[in-house]
């Protein structure tokens, strides 16, 4: 059997002795705790050290590397080199791998967790080899070094400055007896706890030892963070729980019959393998800890767990009407030389937070916060110029919330159809983006089936069978139309697919045809010829404008759907037939309680553009995944398929003027079955 003695510089009430098995060996492990007091250490360590096989220290500073530069704890040192009969090692490398390994565990056990987090460590420069990998997950990181270890009220923002940091500290080093890892300038406590918790409330992650989160945090610069710390204590997890800590991540593996410091699993791999420590290599060790599935401790300190997960979702002006509503500018100044001024100028404006988003919760128990980013330019706007003056606004509305910690960006309105419909701005940016068009083609058709059953002018089968139908689709080569060309194709007896070019219809048909066998489906360039047949109409071209079809034609109760971006039916020509439902879009009802400030829709509803981005949120999907005008047909089914799992329903059915009412739909219904006796369609 061989023997461990742990000597701690912690307190000695948390002092034990027992014995166990460890890779393959009989261990009995004894700690000592000498409360801080680095002279009976020292003794103990020169004393105990013909007593047993392997010494560990604990509760110090361990040595580490910073770029190219080597940091070394001159009270450490001195600690260890008093061992000189057996092995004595502070589990520094094995801290270090562990460290990584927590930090890779939890961003593929929670799905992307640390994706654009804000994080701040106490200590870069003691934890650079977690910084490092750290950063592949985020830019959004910062270190208190600085600030704790010289009194310099600044904090570093990139492993770049974290290394240039480290390189004076080194030269420093050179010159001085002093020991850098403490203040050697003189600065003022309250006004660095001050900083330090300001720093701790504005992140979502803070790693450091849990003496120090202690020292510097509170119960409101704690709340809802993730803790990465190692030997968390019950007296560390009550802390916790007072303030409300989310997560707390435990690098220290819970191996043994109590939880031991990682300087003491080291010693248990150093006195298994008969090797020196100094000897044992890095790769020996990521051996071991892949052989014994080690996993960081999860600890939900609260005794709940919120997986948050953040977005950022770009809205516009639509019209001046939508600037007056933001802004103090009178009604009588509507359609003048001055609000065309004040248009203009809101184009040229920053990007700026229109509302944050909170209460969204799946019922996975996933939840989704987030914020609306406006940019200023209304769809005239941004037509009257170059595709790349909208690109630079929605960079700039980017850049804000990767800053601000969103993991993924969604583009609503006009800004996802400018120039290539959102590849160029998810190309330069640094979060993922998507347009929500896949959701929008599958939120509009929803809202079209939806609709025909609320009118009650064509018998739905109660088999699930196909609606007995017909229906169009305008533009149908195009993304979203071949899109609802397909969902139409499953649903209804016949389909019309309308466009411009009649081989690149066919070519559609034929495609359509291998995903539905038994659709009827009839190609044609002159939809205006068939329009007193359908039941449905879809709209999805890229007109901006211009006559798409003459609505004087269509069958009344017909319900049409426009889903291009500008709509293709503005709102005279809708006016011109109430006997017919003009369908804009069909928002959707996201799952919790939806805290926002007002976008003019029911309490709890959202654009189906915006709960693609939600939902993707919600999955931990940060992904680009709608961009450019061929939305993918698998796409749509798989954001379908995954609002439903995060509890998406279809809440309401808006047109030019906004959601109707059972009341609007019961009138247009009246309308149209009068018109029926004399249409002639």
Known sequence: MKKIINVSLGSSDQDYEFTTKFLDDEFTIQRIGTDGNEAEAWEQLQRLQAKCDVMAVGMVADDYNVGEFRFENQATRKLTQVVTRVPV????????????????????????????????????????????????????????????????????????ALELYARGRYSINQFTPFDTEKTNVPSLPTVKKRLIRGAMKDSHVVVGTSSEIRKYGDLES????????????????AF????????????????????????????????????DADELSTADLEDI??????????????????????????????SQEYIRNVTPIPKRFAHTPLMNAVEKAFAHAPPLVY?????????????????????????????????EFTYKRLLAAAKMAEKLGAQIMGLGAFTKVVGDAGITVARRSEIPITTGNSYSASGALWAAADAMKRLKLVETPKNGGKIPAKSMVIGATGSIGSVSARLLAMAFDEVYIAGRNMKTLEKLKKSMLEDTPDAKITCTTDPDAHLGQMDVVVTSTSGAGKKILDITKVKPGCVITDVARPLDLPPEEVAKRP????????????????????????????????????????????????IGRNTEWEKVKEIYKMGLKHGMKLAAISGVNGVYTDEDIQRVRDLALEARKTWEG
């Open 355 to 387: 509302s944050e988003v909170k209460g969204i919760k799946s019922p996975c128990g996933a939840e989704a916060e987030g914020w609306l980013i406006t940019v200023g330019g209304t769809p005239k706007e941004m037509l009257s110029h170059s595709a």
């Open 240 to 275: 916790f729980k007072d303030a409300q800590v989310n997560l707390a991540i435990d690098v220290t593996p819970d191996l043994f019959e109590q939880v031991l410091g990682i300087n003491v699993l080291e010693a248990m791999v150093v006195g298994s393998s008969d090797i």
């Open 579 to 626: 006997d017919v439902l003009v369908i804009e879009s069909g928002e959707i009802e996201v799952p919790g309680k939806l805290d926002m400030r007002s976008i003019k829709l029911p309490d709890n509803v959202v654009f189906a553009c915006m709960a693609e981005t939600i939902v993707l949120a919600l999955e931990g999907r940060f992904e680009v995944f709608t």
């Open 289 to 318: 800890i892949k052989e014994l599935d080690i996993k960081p401790r999860m600890l939900h300190p609260t005794g709940e767990f919120r997986n948050i997960r953040r977005f950022a979702f770009v809205i516009h002006p639509l």
């Open 89 to 160: 090692t502070t589990g520094a490398r094995l801290r270090r791998l562990l460290q990584c390994h927590a930090v890779r565990y939890v961003q593929k056990e929670l799905v992307n967790y640390f994706n654009n987090n804000k994080v701040l460590f106490l200590s870069g420069m003691a934890n650079y080899d977690m910084a490092t990998l750290m950063a592949e997950y985020t830019p959004n990181i910062k270190f208190a070094d600085p600030i704790i270890h010289a009194g310099i009220p600044k904090f570093l923002k990139s492993i770049t």
């Open 222 to 237: 704690l709340k809802d963070k993730t803790i990465i710390t190692s030997m968390v204590t019950d007296e560390d997890l």
